[in-house]
């Protein structure tokens, strides 16, 4: 069983940035590919970056690209996103999620564990 924690998110004006952070706790935590995605009212849930297991991987939804950085750190216990440059449109319930021995891939279906998610609010 493995646990996984948001924080960071918040209220900040466009063009401002955040940083969120999931913790992983939990039975093989080092071995998982890292996920996030969110999901804005009335809308369906929508890939924004992922993380390989090992690191060496990462992808971005292009909505991201060039404003979102994925990260975590060496010891594996918390994966990151930086995001910069925020837009209204960004505004979302984030979600990370966790994939056992993953690539760091797009599909929700594919990840295990999932956290309880962090409100990120952009206003104009």
């Known amino acids: 069983q493995v646990q996984l924690v948001e924080s960071g998110g918040g209220l900040v004006q466009a063009g401002g940035s955040l940083r969120l952070s999931c913790a992983i706790s939990g039975r093989d935590y080092r071995n998982y590919a890292m996920g996030w995605f969110r999901q804005a009212p009335g809308k369906e849930r929508e890939f924004v970056a992922a993380?390989?297991?090992?690191?060496?991987?990462?992808d971005y939804a292009d909505s991201a690209k060039g404003r979102f950085a994925i990260s975590r750190d060496n010891g594996k216990t918390t994966a990151y996103l930086q995001m910069n440059s925020l837009k209204p449109e960004d505004t979302a319930v984030y979600y990370c999620a966790a994939d056992f021995l993953g690539s760091g891939r797009r599909y929700d279906s594919v990840y295990e564990y999932w956290g309880q998610g962090t409100q990120v609010t952009v206003s104009a």
């Open positions: 993380i390989s297991w090992s690191g060496g991987s990462k």
